[in-house]
């Protein structure tokens, strides 16, 4: 077996018209000029697939593989990589996580399901989980429709500013983690910075992009997709932050699960990789000082021998697969 060992990622940014330059001060290097909105730090997606970056596809930053895409591992070292993990469409890594810079508003939008997904085979089912980071005070998180909202009031509100007033306003707390289901109708708040765990899929369909408000050049929408997509009566499932050290289980899907680990880590032996963000402080892997926003993968041939530490101050999210 060859020996393998836990992966740094470099991430693939993202310009976007509601982006910023807050990432910086999470140690990203962004081009300068640019409105970067997200940063990709674990992805495998197909470049004929996605319109948004230049390529899809997260490189090993440093070490034997340093350049090597997660698809070429993965092609390398099948399951000594995944595992006992189910791969997606094609063999590829299953799963994408992202830092996202809400500096704006971003569009109201939904993302397909299973059921979506059957009858539309160009579309890939998206389900996702927000993780807080940061909020500037009063910032909010659109989830969901109103308990009296109805398809019918989305098709006649969408792409007018009163669509908005269907949403439920929630406060944006940092340590909050919500998980939003496929069909879930969402926005994410100006003046938030969100860790995104989601299922390996772009698939989005826009309803309203606050082009009056932003002075922003009219995106396409989506609306026929979008009402055969929203599920009115889905709500998002939340987590609140408990005080002092310790571990706790986060709202995830199917596909995914994660846990917070704060000031104490230990990760239980399995036969499936994971996805470690160190978000505060800092950590140690196998005697390697990991910096804060740092991602790496722990490949399934070396989970159950890695040594992994965290600050007293840190906060790491681990990510794992059902």
Same mark, same amino acid.
Do not use: N
């Given at each position: 077996?060859?020996?393998?060992?836990?992966? /740094?990622?470099?991430?693939?940014?993202?310009?976007?018209?509601?982006?910023?330059?807050?990432?910086?001060?999470?140690?990203?290097?962004?081009?300068?000029?640019?409105?970067? $909105?997200?940063?990709?730090?674990?992805? %495998?997606?197909?470049?004929?697939?996605?319109?948004?970056?230049?390529?899809?596809?997260?490189?090993?930053?440093?070490?034997?593989?340093?350049?090597?895409?997660?698809?070429?591992?993965?092609?390398?070292? $099948?399951?000594?990589?995944? $595992?006992?993990?189910?791969?997606?469409?094609?063999?590829?890594?299953?799963?994408?996580?992202?830092?996202? %810079?809400?500096?704006?508003?971003?569009?109201?939008? +939904?993302?397909?399901?299973?059921?979506?997904?059957?009858?539309?085979?160009?579309?890939?089912?998206?389900?996702?989980?927000?993780? #807080?980071?940061?909020?500037? &005070?009063?910032?909010?998180?659109?989830?969901?429709?109103?308990? =009296?909202?109805?398809?019918?009031?989305?098709?006649?509100?969408?792409?007018?500013?009163?669509?908005?007033?269907?949403?439920?306003? *929630?406060?944006?707390? &940092?340590? =909050?983690?919500?998980?939003?289901?496929?069909?879930?109708?969402?926005?994410?708040?100006?003046?938030? #910075? @969100?860790?995104?765990?989601?299922?390996?899929?772009?698939?989005?369909?826009? *309803?309203?992009?606050?082009?009056?408000?932003? %002075?922003?050049?009219?995106?396409?929408?989506?609306?026929?997709?979008?009402?055969?997509?929203?599920?009115?009566?889905?709500? &998002? +499932?939340?987590?609140?932050? !408990?005080?002092?050290? $310790?571990?706790?289980?986060?709202?995830?899907?199917?596909?995914?699960?994660?846990?917070?680990?704060?000031?104490?880590?230990? /990760?239980?032996?399995?036969?499936?990789?994971?996805?470690?963000? #160190?978000?505060?402080?800092?950590?140690?892997?196998?005697?390697?000082? @990991?910096?804060?926003?740092?991602?790496?993968?722990? !490949?399934?041939? *070396?989970? !159950?021998?890695?040594?992994?530490?965290?600050? =007293? %101050?840190?906060?790491?999210?681990? /990510?794992?697969?059902?």
């Amino acid at each position: 077996m060859t020996k393998l060992m836990p992966l /740094i990622m470099s991430p693939v940014l993202a310009a976007k018209p509601w982006g910023g330059r807050r990432l910086e001060r999470y140690g990203k290097l962004l081009p300068e000029g640019t409105l970067i $909105g997200e940063s990709w730090e674990v992805a %495998d997606l197909p470049a004929t697939e996605v319109a948004t970056v230049s390529d899809p596809r997260s490189r090993v930053a440093a070490g034997p593989w340093a350049g090597k895409s997660l698809q070429e591992l993965i092609t390398l070292f $099948g399951e000594e990589l995944l $595992g006992s993990a189910t791969p997606a469409p094609e063999g590829r890594f299953p799963l994408l996580v992202k830092l996202i %810079d809400a500096r704006e508003h971003l569009s109201v939008q +939904v993302h397909p399901d299973r059921e979506y997904v059957e009858d539309h085979s160009a579309a890939r089912l998206k389900t996702e989980s927000w993780y #807080v980071i940061a909020a500037d &005070p009063g910032a909010h998180l659109y989830l969901g429709l109103r308990s =009296d909202a109805t398809i019918d009031d989305v098709r006649s509100q969408m792409g007018t500013p009163s669509v908005v007033e269907l949403l439920c306003l *929630i406060p944006a707390v &940092p340590g =909050d983690c919500h998980h939003l289901p496929a069909g879930l109708v969402h926005a994410l708040g100006a003046g938030v #910075v @969100v860790a995104e765990v989601q299922t390996p899929s772009d698939t989005t369909f826009r *309803i309203y992009d606050w082009e009056s408000r932003y %002075d922003r050049v009219a995106r396409p929408m989506h609306g026929a997709e979008a009402l055969a997509a929203i599920r009115p009566k889905l709500k &998002p +499932v939340h987590s609140s932050r !408990p005080e002092g050290p $310790g571990a706790r289980r986060l709202p995830g899907e199917e596909a995914y699960w994660i846990v917070e680990h704060r000031g104490v880590a230990a /990760i239980d032996p399995t036969a499936e990789p994971r996805v470690l963000m #160190v978000l505060a402080g800092s950590a140690t892997v196998d005697g390697a000082v @990991v910096p804060p926003v740092t991602t790496l993968v722990l !490949p399934a041939a *070396i989970v !159950p021998e890695t040594a992994i530490r965290l600050s =007293d %101050d840190g906060i790491m999210l681990e /990510i794992g697969f059902v």
